[in-house]
């Protein structure tokens, strides 16, 4: 049970996420860009947190689903850090709107702890 708790709980973190990157509209590609990521790929990030979030709230493959979302949220992750890592610190649009805030510390601490949320939806039933 505890396992299914933490799987809707991420599923809802990624939709929330992605649907507040969505609605930034144009403004998501260039905050994106100042984090460092490709042009290509930011159309894309914001479906795939959906998809991946809704994969993970109805609880369809949720040990890969789990795997999936632990895997971007290292790439994340590191992001964050090598942003930081070169004193870097762009407004962080992890969240759209919400998230205005220059990329810190307490970015790293909460991928971690949705990290350890990924990890109970894998392994605890």
Do not use: D, Y
Request: charged share 10%; with cysteine; glycine share 10%.
């Amino acid at each position: 049970m505890i396992g299914v708790i933490a799987s809707v709980v991420l599923g809802a973190v990624m939709c929330v996420a992605g649907g507040s990157k969505v609605i930034m509209g144009e403004r998501w590609p260039a905050e994106a860009r100042g984090m460092g990521t490709p042009l290509w790929l930011s159309p894309f990030v914001p479906w795939f947190e959906i998809v991946l979030g809704a994969l993970l709230t109805a609880q369809v493959w949720r040990a890969p689903m789990a795997i999936i979302a632990l895997l971007t949220l290292q790439a994340f992750t590191l992001v964050l850090l090598a942003n930081l890592g070169r004193g870097h610190r762009p407004v962080c649009a992890c969240f759209g709107s919400w998230s205005a805030k220059p990329v810190g510390i307490g970015h790293v601490v909460r991928n971690l702890a949705l990290m350890l949320v990924a990890v109970i939806a894998l392994v605890v039933r």
